[in-house]
């Protein structure tokens, strides 16, 4: 019989797509390599109601993430087969884990995780791991859903101090005990556990990959910026292109990668399932979001055109497989975060993975771990100006890569997975 510790990551399984697949992943790896835990990542089949109108599961990486490990994975979990909820905590159970981290990630799953934390707070600790609060949108009805799946839960993990707060004030009544150790010693008060976005080390840079052959297959020029991630308003690609487009007005030497999926422009748009989804996710919208959350016909790439700078710009419209992360990074020389909105990033992640220098916006948790000049530079939000000044001076005033690896080496996958295990 088996003497080791035995923890679930409740989250999308290594089959999704995005940030939060890779977290969840990641965290289960750095499980994997303390030699008595014995650990489970517990997955959803389908994290979201079945009318939202996009493909969530990866279906182009070859590259196995979890090759080498003992991580067990068990895809049961659907949200819209109440259920599986039930099934989900029998097989949960019968783990018998000692702590189940729940990935929180979008407040529309408030109503199934809640649950869970209902079922097995009775046997187990939960831990929500909190990649928000207050969510982008932030409707009646992601506050209402937000707060029902996390009354349930007995302690946190927040990966900024500003996502404690928003904790503190969506549970005025209560007191919460914060530590950055991960201890729960204090009886009677849920906890607080102030971290970090750890850097991932799921992708590594290729020593063989030709740097200058890519460079030059694809027409880039001596400089290269990168947009990496999921097109979505909040990222700011909008604001992206044209502070780029205002910087090669100054200098013929410059390039621009966006690469990524446009995120709602996934499905096939001639089936009528996909018609069906759209029809009743808009009526869906109409009634519980704000117009100006709307995103249907979000598209900045139309910019690219107009402004004239399509010989400038490598634009990868799609999800990148696995196997493929690593050329895009190892070609740019500056990362962009042109966010409006930022809670802690795993595109600000991967590119520390890079140890690729970032410029981002003032915003959220972002000059928390930028150091303006040190390891990145710091821009205003929506000043298309600034924005060029600031991709200027990282050219003329290069970060050097050693600060990034300085600054960002207490942020490891493995201190983070000790803080969990902490006990007093």
């Given at each position: 019989m088996s003497n080791k510790r035995k923890i679930v990551c409740f989250g999308p399984g290594p089959k999704f797509k995005g940030g939060i697949a890779n977290y969840n992943v990641s965290l289960a790896k750095a499980f994997d390599k303390m030699d008595d835990v014995e650990i489970h990542i517990v997955s959803w089949t389908q994290q979201y109601p079945a009318i939202v109108p996009r493909e969530f599961v990866d279906k182009t990486s070859k590259a196995d993430l979890l090759e080498g490990t003992d991580v067990k994975v068990h895809y049961i979990t659907n949200y819209n087969r109440p259920g599986s909820w039930k099934k989900t905590v029998d097989l949960i159970l019968e783990i018998d884990p000692e702590t189940v981290i729940i990935q929180w990630y979008n407040a529309q799953q408030g109503w199934p995780l809640g649950y869970l934390a209902k079922k097995l707070k009775k046997h187990t600790e939960v831990l929500f791991d909190l990649h928000f609060v207050v969510p982008k949108e932030n409707s009646k009805i992601d506050a209402w859903l937000t707060k029902l799946g996390l009354k349930r839960a007995e302690n946190f993990i927040v990966h900024a101090l500003k996502t404690h707060k928003e904790l503190e004030s969506l549970f005025p009544a209560e007191q919460f005990h914060l530590t950055e150790n991960g201890d729960r010693s204090k009886d009677g008060l849920r906890t607080s556990i102030k971290l970090y976005h750890p850097v991932y080390d799921l992708f590594k840079p290729d020593s063989n990959f030709d740097i200058e052959g890519f460079k030059k297959e694809h027409q880039l020029r001596k400089y290269v910026f990168l947009y990496f991630g999921f097109i979505r308003r909040y990222k700011g690609l909008h604001n992206v292109i044209p502070a780029f487009a205002e910087l090669s007005k100054r200098r013929d030497d410059v390039s621009l990668i966006v690469c990524g999926e446009s995120f709602w422009n996934t499905l096939d748009n001639s089936k009528l399932s996909s018609k069906i989804k759209n029809f009743l996710f808009g009526i869906a919208k109409s009634l519980f979001f704000k117009k100006e959350d709307d995103e249907k016909d979000y598209n900045p790439l139309t910019l690219i055109d107009e402004l004239g700078i399509q010989d400038k710009v490598l634009l990868v419209n799609e999800f990148v497989p696995n196997e493929d992360v690593n050329k895009y990074f190892q070609v740019s020389d500056v990362?962009?975060?042109?966010?409006?909105?930022?809670?802690?990033?795993?595109?600000?992640?991967?590119?520390?993975?890079?140890?690729?220098?970032v410029i981002a916006t003032s915003v959220g948790h972002f000059p928390e771990t930028i150091e303006d000049g040190y390891n990145g530079y710091l821009c205003k939000p929506d000043n298309i100006r600034d924005m060029a000044d600031k991709m200027e001076l990282s050219l003329n005033q290069p970060i050097n890569r050693d600060n990034i690896t300085e600054k960002t080496k207490e942020f490891s996958w493995d201190n983070y997975a000790k803080a969990i295990l902490y006990r007093n």
């Open positions: 990362g962009l975060l042109f966010y409006l909105t930022a809670t802690p990033s795993g595109v600000e992640s991967l590119n520390y993975n890079f140890k690729l220098p």
